[in-house]
């Protein structure tokens, strides 16, 4: 199926009655993109102006923030377009980027999750080696290498999925993610194999790793003291919320593509709006309400009556 001039065009099938609740549907995501982009944008500027706050484990919130933002601009404009548009169609092209994007950074923010694991393993258990572990040139190492090794990972399939001849052009989904697949003429085994092995080395491994320092954590903190005990609560549990949140949802973009055709649209549609809704959107208050630092800056801003 081709629109234009040697471009190959996609005709995106997710939508549930799309005619009818066209201005619903643009109404409700645009409210929601809206608030993903203030909320987080709010706590990264605050992180960036407030010198106290310039300290690692602050520096990792933003920048996992700041992926959220990125993360929901690949995919909420289109979606707004979508919706106005009486066709719902997108170019292979602009769909194959679309994919490299959401698992690039939907995997870099894996990789920080990790290193946001790390900073609090050697802050808690290791303090006094802190300051020299966890220097700027460091941070800025971790965060390049986070976002760098995802982009090499997912540029690979990307590439193979370029490659790769189609003989569906209706895709069963909204965006362009693991849905992709069901495009494919033949699934080749290179694909699959890789996919495999990305999946152990990009979310197994790091999960592993999360998982291996939080347990050393935990184990310093039942042998400490109550302010040790404070301390490890107040700057872990936000991010074991966001961990447990993320992960549940990577399970989920694992699941959909597994969904037999017969699956109920209106489920499926809802199913796949989850991995864009819930994590880039309560990411920012669970960090604003959790982080103390954090929510005296959010009060200050907000609510500067009640600090006088």
Same mark, same amino acid.
């Given at each position: 199926m081709d629109c234009g001039l040697n471009v190959t065009c996609l005709n995106i099938e997710g939508y549930v009655e799309v005619d009818k609740y066209r201005y619903v549907y643009f109404v409700i995501m645009f409210i929601i993109y809206l608030l993903i982009i203030c909320f987080n944008s709010t706590i990264v500027c605050l992180i960036w102006i407030h010198k106290n706050l310039h300290e690692p484990m602050y520096i990792f919130i933003a920048a996992l923030l700041l992926n959220s933002v990125l993360f929901s601009t690949n995919i909420y404009p289109k979606l707004l377009i979508d919706v106005l548009s009486e066709k719902q169609i997108m170019s292979y092209s602009a769909c194959l980027f679309q994919y490299f994007i959401? %698992? @690039?950074?939907?995997?870099?923010?894996?990789?920080?999750?990790? /290193?946001?694991? %790390? #900073?609090? =393993?050697?802050?808690?258990?290791?303090?006094?080696? =802190?300051?020299?572990?966890?220097?700027?040139?460091?941070?800025?190492?971790?965060?390049?290498?986070?976002?760098?090794? /995802?982009?090499?990972?997912?540029?690979?399939?990307?590439?193979?999925?370029?490659?790769?001849?189609?003989?569906? @052009?209706? +895709?069963?989904?909204?965006?362009?993610?693991?849905?992709? %697949?069901?495009? =494919?003429?033949?699934?080749?085994?290179?694909?699959?194999? %890789?996919?495999?092995? /990305?999946? @152990? #080395?990009?979310?197994? +491994?790091?999960? +592993?790793?999360?998982?291996?320092?939080?347990?050393?954590i935990l184990i310093i903190v039942y042998r400490s003291g109550r302010e040790v005990r404070r301390k490890a609560a107040e700057t872990c549990l936000p991010h074991l919320m966001v961990l447990i949140g993320y992960s549940c949802l990577c399970i989920y973009d694992i699941a959909i593509v597994r969904v037999e055709s017969s699956f109920p649209k209106t489920a499926r549609l809802i199913m796949t709006l989850q991995l864009v809704l819930y994590h880039p959107l309560f990411n920012p208050l669970i960090y604003g309400l959790k982080m103390k630092e954090i929510s005296k800056h959010l009060n200050r801003l907000f609510c500067p009556a009640r600090i006088i």
């Open positions: 959401f %698992y @690039f950074l939907g995997t870099a923010e894996f990789l920080l999750l990790a /290193a946001m694991s %790390y #900073d609090r =393993y050697v802050s808690i258990c290791k303090p006094l080696q =802190y300051p020299t572990i966890m220097r700027k040139r460091n941070i800025c190492i971790f965060l390049v290498l986070a976002w760098f090794l /995802a982009a090499c990972h997912i540029a690979i399939p990307t590439i193979l999925s370029a490659e790769t001849k189609l003989c569906n @052009f209706t +895709l069963k989904g909204i965006f362009c993610n693991n849905a992709l %697949y069901g495009l =494919y003429c033949v699934r080749t085994s290179v694909i699959t194999v %890789y996919g495999v092995f /990305a999946l @152990f #080395d990009l979310l197994i +491994l790091p999960f +592993l790793f999360i998982i291996f320092t939080y347990t050393k």
